[in-house]
C-alpha cells in the first residue's frame, strides 16, 4: 500500500513564503512523476507543478516565478518552495504521484489528504 504523507501547510500573510513536502513510502519501484494541485473553495482543482523523473517541469502560469518544485528521488520526496504568497494561492494543496509498485504491473495514481495553505491579506 502507497502512502502519501504531507506537511508544511499553514497561514502566512501576502508576500510570505511556505515550503510543502510529500514523501511517498510504500513497495514502490519506480516514480514516474510527483506534482502538487491546488483546490480553492468553489473552484476546479488544478495542477500547481509536476516533475517527473525525466526532468520535465511544469508550472501553472500564475505561480511562475514564485514556486519552485523540486524532489529528493533518494527519499521518494517532492517539494513545493512558495514565495511571495498571494491571498489568491489560498486553498487546499494535494501530492499527487504516479509509480508503480512491486504488486502492480502499471503505473497508477496516488493522492495525500490535502493541507490547507491560507494567504491573509
Known amino acids: 500500500q502507497v502512502q502519501l504523507v504531507e506537511s508544511g501547510g499553514g497561514l502566512v500573510q501576502a508576500g510570505g513564503t511556505l515550503r510543502l513536502s510529500c514523501a511517498a513510502s510504500g513497495n514502490i519501484v519506480s516514480i514516474n512523476a510527483m506534482a502538487w494541485y491546488r483546490q480553492a473553495p468553489g473552484k476546479q482543482r488544478e495542477l500547481v507543478a509536476r516533475i517527473t523523473t525525466g526532468g520535465g517541469i511544469y508550472y501553472l502560469d500564475s505561480v511562475k516565478g514564485r514556486f519552485t518544485i523540486s524532489r529528493d528521488y533518494a527519499k521518494n520526496t517532492v517539494y513545493l518552495q512558495m514565495g511571495s504568497l498571494e491571498p489568491e494561492d489560498t486553498a487546499v494543496y494535494y501530492c499527487?504521484?504516479?509509480?508503480?509498485?512491486?504488486?502492480?504491473?502499471?503505473?497508477?495514481?496516488?493522492w495525500g489528504q490535502g493541507t490547507q495553505v491560507t494567504v491573509s491579506s
Open positions: 499527487y504521484t504516479h509509480l508503480r509498485t512491486y504488486s502492480s504491473s502499471s503505473y497508477l495514481e496516488y
